[in-house]
């Protein structure tokens, strides 16, 4: 067989040759299912792919998370990057980790990676403010994608959890089960995705006709610090949606110190499916976010933007699914 040209790809897929040629440089004007359609044409025809291939590799990815988030149990978010540095290695490139303080967050101190300029791009995961956001967008030279977190107004991409699907998705599962009395867990004024939660679940029981009581509406954090901490309501719902599986955990233990189970007595749904060391993990109901997903688009979102193919910044939501286990107990 003699060498495989772009004419011979096109042809095969009745396409022109500019697509292809499009497809196989990462620019855009391609969907991503063509795309992938071309490159396994390309592959399967024995096409020498590594002019292609070569600009993605080698790239050094900043990753900058928050101090705050590694440091309450089995971090989220510790998870997250070793998800990002795997989806960075396929592309045969490297990862370097820089944990952001919080002295260096309010006063805009920039990474010390970014102020070397060791690094050809940057994924922030986990929110965090939006001045520092602004300042790491406009200053640091570099693109810049955002994980678990969006800002209005900031000129970069996003990949989000499907936060308002998947919470509506959970108290939906409580309705069905014949839930009517639901209590939110989370501290709304927090952060966006716990918001985009709580309008999930709101959206929920507004379908179902039901009034959101203000004292079931219950705060699960200090906004400042970030640490938990949780009241119970004087009067008990049949149900708790929480904003998280750890927080869920939190829940789980002020109800049993009260003597009440779950879900005998009171049904529990989470957030992320994320929970470990702990006894409601193996039952607890809950949204699972996809991870591996989230990780693979931000860095493929990310290596367009180093290569100059992608110029447009869009918000990449993820969903999943709920996972079913055996926190909730079906009214009659």
Known sequence: MGDIKLKDIADALNVSSVTVSNALSGKKGVSDDVR?????????MGYNLSRYEKS???????????????????????AMYQKVAYAVSK?????????????????????????????????????????????????SGVPVVLLDFYMQGVSCDAVMSGNYVGMYKVTRYLLERGHREIAFVGSIMANGNIMDRYYGYKKGMSEAGLQIRKEWCLEDRDIIS????????KSLPTAFVCNSDLTASRIYDALAEKGYRVPEDISIVGY??????????????????DMKGMAEIAVKFLLRKIQGSEKRCVIRFVDSAVIERSSVRTLE
Do not use: C
């Open 36 to 44: 992938e359609m071309i490159l396994k044409t390309a592959r399967e």
């Open 56 to 78: 993605e590799k080698g790239r050094k990815i900043g990753v900058i998370v928050s101090k705050k988030y590694l440091e309450v149990g089995i971090s989220f978010y510790w």
């Open 91 to 139: 592309k045969q490139g490297v990862t370097m980790l820089e944990v952001l303080g919080a002295i260096d967050e309010d006063q805009g101190i920039l990474p010390q990676m970014v102020q070397a300029k060791t690094v050809d791009g940057l994924i922030v995961i986990g929110w965090v403010k939006k001045t520092y956001v602004e300042k790491l967008v406009k200053k």
């Open 226 to 233: 970030g640490e938990l901490h949780i009241e119970l309501p």
């Open 272 to 289: 992320d499916n994320y929970l470990f060391g702990h006894s409601l993990a193996e039952k607890l109901t809950t949204y699972n976010v």
